[in-house]
């Protein structure tokens, strides 16, 4: 269900005091807004990390905005020494997917996109094979052939950053099995999101359902985190694991992981998508 387009968010992260529900919601009320959802975290009962996400209308407000914005910074967010982020339901994220040869992640995200599931624009699909070009263009999307050799790498990762431009808000790596270099990384904190066919931290790097296979596993899952310099370290926004047997090897374990992979990649691009994902360290709070 989507949010209408009067639809605005706000994200807060500060130290935990009393009286910062308080003011943030007086100050709303002051400018008109009507708080449709609140919902708030704290680390410790005293001396704790707090933690709001808040979605508010927009139509009755006695200011523009800019102003609004330049209003909370000054009356409230000084005062509390927050680390604060404003959205609008009106103004689309721009979206663009990365991937390899695998199509599962990428299908399930332009499949959601095109029903409306998916608040955003789908900008563009890169990918350093051509084998998808035929599927992505059934959606309409361009579709960009990044090849990346041994000795092309840096020149394929400033292509890439060229194709993405500056007004990309969200990169998704569905299934894209290159590792990006610290400075492409640098260019989108905690906007590049990975799915990793493992339930981390357990197999990560390469072949997960092999190194599952071997381990005989009971369950086998996928993880959905932002990607960091470390290779599958950074903040995990979503799990989910599925039931397997002795009688699995390790295709059918891949098999039935994909539809892990599908509902976890889609489940947390949504999550970030509706700004209800908070970054502190390295783990989020997630408002859902």
């Given at each position: 269900m989507y949010a209408p387009t009067t639809t605005a968010r706000l994200l807060i992260q500060c130290p935990d005091q009393a009286g910062i529900v308080a003011s943030v919601s007086n100050?709303?009320?002051?400018h008109g807004a009507n708080i449709t959802m609140l919902d708030q975290h704290s680390?410790?009962?005293?001396?704790?990390?707090?933690?709001?996400?808040?979605?508010?209308?927009?139509?009755?407000?006695?200011?523009?905005?800019?102003?609004?914005?330049?209003?909370?910074?000054q009356r409230v967010a000084s005062l509390y020494s927050m680390t604060w982020h404003f959205s609008y339901a009106a103004k689309k994220k721009r979206m663009a997917i990365m991937v390899s040869r695998l199509d599962h992640a990428m299908l399930e995200l332009l499949w959601r996109w095109q029903r409306q599931q998916l608040h955003c624009d789908v900008t563009q699909v890169i990918s350093n094979h051509n084998n998808l070009a035929a599927s992505v263009a059934e959606f309409d999307v361009p579709f960009h052939h990044v090849p990346v050799g041994h000795d092309s790498?840096?020149?394929?990762?400033?292509?890439?950053?060229?194709?993405?431009?500056?007004?990309?808000?969200?990169?998704?790596?569905?299934?894209?099995?290159?590792?990006?270099?610290?400075?492409?990384?640098?260019?989108?904190?905690?906007?590049?999101?990975?799915?990793?066919?493992?339930?981390?931290?357990a197999f990560v790097g390469a072949?997960?359902?092999?190194?599952?296979?071997?381990?005989?596993?009971?369950?086998?899952?996928?993880?959905?985190?932002?990607?960091?310099?470390?290779?599958?370290?950074?903040?995990?926004?979503?799990?989910?694991?599925?039931?397997?047997?002795?009688?699995?090897?390790?295709?059918?374990?891949?098999?039935?992981?994909?539809?892990?992979?599908?509902?976890?990649?889609?489940?947390?691009?949504?999550?970030?998508?509706?700004?209800?994902?908070?970054?502190?360290?390295?783990?989020?709070?997630?408002?859902?």
């Open positions: 100050f709303f009320f002051n680390t410790d009962p005293e001396g704790g990390k707090f933690f709001l996400r808040l979605e508010f209308q927009t139509p009755h407000l006695d200011v523009s905005q800019d102003r609004l914005e330049q209003i909370f910074a790498r840096e020149a394929a990762e400033q292509k890439i950053l060229d194709l993405l431009g500056s007004d990309t808000d969200v990169v998704v790596l569905a299934r894209y099995m290159q590792i990006l270099s610290n400075e492409f990384v640098a260019a989108f904190p905690n906007r590049i999101i990975n799915i990793h066919h493992s339930f981390l931290p072949n997960p359902y092999v190194q599952a296979y071997d381990r005989g596993v009971k369950l086998i899952g996928a993880t959905a985190h932002y990607v960091t310099n470390e290779l599958d370290q950074g903040p995990i926004i979503e799990q989910a694991v599925k039931r397997v047997t002795h009688r699995d090897d390790a295709f059918s374990l891949k098999e039935k992981g994909r539809d892990v992979e599908r509902a976890v990649l889609a489940q947390a691009v949504q999550w970030h998508l509706e700004d209800r994902v908070l970054v502190h360290d390295n783990k989020t709070v997630v408002f859902v």
